[in-house]
């Protein structure tokens, strides 16, 4: 077995990433991300500050909009409209879920397209589906640069994706059954009414596990020297944690590795992926702006 280690992949991009800002003649203005959070949802504060600080570790700039839970969604769209203004602004993220009363589709349309780092708005989706040049959501984006890393050969497998979100698993199913590097993959997409899911993913060369249920897959629902990745971050209550939990996979992995010939750990892989995605992303649209000024 061998790890699809997120850290050391993840690294690389971050390390030309910031070669490609020190390269920057002085006083040039840096790639800046604007990140908005509603509310204080535990894992997203994680998650946005995650994506702040590797921000600053690359040479970026960042802001960070904060609103509170019960703000109301003109509020929200309105800081949006704010940042699709500023020229200083090359990437928008609203970090998800947002409260209830707010309409998630409405706030990511607005989000202007060459901003969309997320790729989340319909524009930068149906060109996904087109196989053009878009902003790819940075969890599947992250994986294909994962696979790129360690020179996965994917051309002709089969690939089970379980998990139809649109931010990961729809995504994830069309970039692997795209022509080119890492993709030409035979792709079966498995979900919560999929009938015996073990039936399809024992016949996976890969795999993507993104049910966001901790430990779903088991070593009997893998087939030898298949190739693993785990999407899961499950916060799992555990009381010799100072934080009181612990995260964990989508896959056992203790059991699984055992089986597979590749295998990517949680925490360690997918997560640290999708931020080397954004930042990515970041730097497209910040490429893409200074072409257009
Ligand atoms: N919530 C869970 N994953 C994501 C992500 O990739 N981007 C945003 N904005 N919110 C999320």
């Not at 690294?11 to 990140?35: H, M, N, V, Y």
């Not at 309105?78 to 940042?83: G, M, P, T, V």
């Amino acid at each position: 077995m061998q790890i699809l280690d997120g850290k050391l992949a993840a690294q690389s991009i971050k390390d030309t990433l910031q070669k490609k800002i020190s390269e920057l003649p002085i006083g040039f203005r840096k790639p800046c991300l604007a990140a908005v959070l509603v509310g204080n949802n535990p894992a997203s504060e994680t998650y946005i500050g995650s994506k702040i600080k590797n921000c600053q570790e690359v040479g970026f700039e960042s802001r960070l909009i904060r609103l509170p839970e019960n703000c109301s969604e003109n509020i929200l769209l309105d800081a949006i409209s704010s940042l699709n203004a500023d020229s200083t602004v090359d990437g928008i993220l609203v970090q998800l879920p947002l409260p209830k009363h707010i309409s998630e589709s409405k706030i990511i349309e607005l989000i202007q397209p060459g901003k969309d780092v997320d790729g989340f708005h319909p524009v930068n989706a149906g060109k996904l589906m087109l196989n053009e040049p878009c902003f790819v959501p940075a969890t599947p984006y992250g994986i294909m640069l994962l696979l790129s890393h360690f020179q996965i050969e994917t051309s002709g497998k089969h690939a089970v994706v379980i998990g139809r979100s649109n931010i990961v698993g729809r995504p994830m199913s069309v970039l692997l059954s795209q022509p080119g590097n890492q993709g030409n993959c035979t792709v079966t997409v498995c979900h919560s009414k999929t009938p015996d899911l073990p039936y399809f993913t024992r016949q996976a060369d890969i795999i993507v596990a993104a049910i966001g249920k901790p430990e779903f897959l088991k070593a009997d629902m893998v087939k030898e020297g298949a190739i693993v990745i785990d999407v899961g971050i499950n916060r799992v209550e555990d009381k010799s944690k100072k934080s009181g939990f612990a995260l964990k996979g989508d896959v056992d992995f203790d059991a699984v590795s055992k089986k597979s010939a590749w295998i990517s750990p949680v925490p360690g892989g997918v997560g640290l992926m999708t931020i080397a995605a954004l930042l990515t992303n970041t730097y497209r649209a910040f490429e893409h702006h200074q072409q257009k000024n």
